[in-house]
């Protein structure tokens, strides 16, 4: 059960937002092998005051956070990463220095799922 948490500048379409969303998801399907009715994920839209990012990115700046069980190989980390920039550039334009990601993976017994159960 990944969590997606993505971050942007407002001012986007729904349909920019949807193929975004659509993006990351599909490389993790790929990548990691997950069902494709996994899905958990959030998009938040900041002011440029509210997200301050590193100098001579756009406007089309995405801050990826993905948490996710632990146990996923290098290559197959790496994997996601070309994924879903090679998503987001075909489908949104968007260069890939303008995609960054980061990738948490909490041990299993700091997950609580199916009820309150732990993870591990």
Request: charged share 30%; glycine share 10%.
């Amino acid at each position: 059960m990944p969590l997606v948490k993505v971050e942007i500048f407002t001012g986007k379409s729904k349909e920019y937002k949807k193929k975004l969303l659509d993006g990351v998801h599909s490389a993790m399907v790929e990548a990691l092998q997950i069902p494709g009715s996994d899905r958990m994920q959030r998009l938040y839209e900041l002011e440029p005051e509210n997200f301050e990012v590193v100098e001579g990115k756009s406007d089309k700046f995405t801050l990826i956070e993905l948490t996710v069980f632990k146990g996923r190989s290098l290559n197959a980390k790496r994997k996601l990463f070309s994924l879903i920039v090679k998503n987001l550039n075909e489908s949104l334009g968007i260069d890939g220095n303008d995609v960054f990601i980061v990738l948490n993976e909490p041990p299993l017994e700091n997950w609580g799922i199916r009820g309150g159960k732990s993870g591990c």
